[in-house]
């Protein structure tokens, strides 16, 4: 056995052994001294026998010396009476298996380098077992992929103690290819399913790790993109799943499905729901199915219900989603803090878009709108300048509420008849009411915030006003603004100029006081 000492001779010893390995079949045993190089503690020195392996067994892949088929048991077939040939290739074999064994463990070492290398070496062998595949083929013609290895280079990028998300992201570049995309999201649905079942408490970690890897995953818009592919074929069969558009969903929908419907922790529900509407529900085969996510998400409250609110949008108005106490939900998440949110903006766009239909009752539409001015008596003005033509778009789409600004036979009210703590919009005795929190606005100390107010003292124009601009509309913006106008020349004052510090020479102060 060849003692391997110091970088360079490690390398040229390793060099040495391959070349024999290589060269003749009587040199097989000095595979073990390789594979021990794998065992050791130096970085640099794991990296020069990673790259032996990759290229000792990517050779011995395309020279078709490894077993294939069902791997029999080493000792049985050493004992038996067998050929040499057959030996030395179900020895080899199992050596190969040792190897890839080791790769997947080198996933979760401390060197960076040689997660990486180790990750590329993996890919590699994947390619080469592809294309020389070491199972039969079921019937001439059929789909073969090495399912087996790839499993284990999923399962290692998913840990469940280390954040691998620069790992994942060099795989993501894998994710490109058609069937690797294909066989990492049923790889993944796997690997959560198995983690979920034996672990009561899952670690965030592998949460993460998960939502890492799923979110990369984009599929294809029509079954005409689906050409490429990491394992290389002599030509496509219309029989294999993985070249339909239509299998690639379902495999993207099951994944999705596996990994949302455990509970979660509340920050993945979040980055979940900001990316459900454009990356995940248009490439599902049944959109349907993640209702029961939705309206849990929704049900939680906060800055979570709002981000789900994007995702039933599309469902309702798509799917025809059935959600009775949805508008019951949408009133009751309007609270102070919906000022204040990341997610203002798009709360307040899809607001706008579920109180668009001109078939809703008035009492419901009375009931935002008396609810959005109660909040805005302590809304800050770039809320308020949202807001206030927000409230007078429901009014302009429903007629009949506009008796909240102008009720000219009504009664004379001694107190206001609307209940806030009241959850039921129905119960809330909004149209009884009337929106005098708009005229307290007038007085507002922002002359921007007091004209926009004061739209309700005249007749309603018949035309929205857009509130998409002012959507996104910051104090930062508005502070800039102002600092821009430029107000008049001569401003006429009530008292009379300074002139000098001391004021005047025939002042009291100049008389008795002097600068020194």
């Not at 490894?66 to 020895?91: D, H, N």
């Not at 996933?107 to 592809?130: D, I, N, R, W, Y």
Request: include cysteine; charged fraction near 25%.
């Amino acid at each position: 056995m060849e003692r391997v000492r110091g970088p360079r001779s490690a390398r040229r010893a390793l060099g040495r052994l391959l070349e024999a390995v290589l060269a003749s079949r009587a040199e097989a045993n000095a595979v073990f001294d390789i594979l021990a190089v794998l065992q050791s503690e130096d970085p640099e020195e794991i990296q020069d026998a990673v790259r032996a392996c990759s290229r000792l067994f990517g050779a011995l892949l395309e020279r078709g010396e490894l077993f294939v088929g069902q791997l029999p048991q080493e000792e049985t077939v050493m004992a038996g009476s067998q050929g040499a040939t057959r030996k030395y290739k179900v020895w080899m074999r199992h050596r190969y298996q040792s190897c890839c064994n080791r790769l997947a463990e080198l996933l979760a070492h401390p060197s960076f380098q040689v997660k990486e290398l180790a990750l590329g070496t993996l890919m590699k062998l994947v390619q080469l077992e592809g294309a020389h595949p070491l199972e039969k083929p079921r019937w001439e013609g059929s789909y073969l992929f090495p399912r087996q290895l790839f499993k284990a280079v999923v399962d290692g990028l998913l840990s469940l103690e280390e954040d691998c998300s620069l790992l994942l992201s060099q795989f993501c570049q894998y994710l490109e290819q058609d069937d690797v995309r294909y066989h990492a999201m049923q790889a993944a649905a796997d690997t959560v399913a198995r983690v979920a079942n034996a672990h009561p408490e899952v670690p965030l970690t592998f949460w993460n790790n998960v939502f890492t890897l799923l979110s990369a995953v984009s599929l294809p818009r029509q079954e005409s993109d689906i050409a490429n592919f990491y394992v290389r074929h002599t030509e496509l069969s219309d029989k294999w799943k993985v070249t339909h558009l239509k299998e690639h969903r379902k495999a993207f929908q099951l994944m999705w499905l596996s990994f949302l419907k455990h509970k979660l922790p509340l920050s993945l529900y979040k980055k979940v729901l900001v990316i459900m509407h454009e990356s995940i529900l248009p490439h599902l085969a049944q959109p349907s199915l993640m209702i029961d996510f939705l309206t849990r998400a929704y049900d939680i409250g906060g800055a979570i219900s709002l981000l789900a609110l994007n995702g039933l949008f599309i469902l309702i108005h798509e799917h025809n989603l059935e959600y009775p106490d949805f508008y019951r939900k949408l009133y009751g998440l309007l609270d102070p803090s919906v000022f204040h949110v990341k997610y203002r903006a798009r709360f307040f766009h899809l607001a706008d878009l579920f109180l668009s239909s001109s078939h809703l009752p008035a009492y419901l539409v009375a009931a935002f709108a008396k609810r959005l001015a109660r909040l805005a008596l302590t809304a800050p003005p770039e809320a308020l300048l949202m807001v206030l033509p927000f409230i007078c778009n429901l009014l302009r789409r429903h007629p009949a509420c506009r008796v909240l600004v102008h009720r000219p036979r009504g009664p004379e009210l001694d107190a206001d008849p609307y209940n806030p703590d009241e959850e039921d919009p129905a119960q809330s005795r909004a149209l009884e009411s009337s929106l005098w929190e708009l005229q307290a606005l007038q007085r507002h100390y922002h002359p921007e915030v007091s004209k926009a107010a004061s739209v309700i003292n005249q007749a309603l124009s018949v035309p929205e006003a857009s509130i998409a601009p002012l959507l996104e509309l910051t104090a930062f913006e508005i502070f800039e603004r102002d600092l821009k106008k430029r107000g008049p020349e001569a401003v006429p004052l009530e008292f009379i100029p300074a002139q000098g510090l001391l004021g005047r020479r025939d002042d009291l102060c100049a008389q008795h006081f002097t600068l020194s």
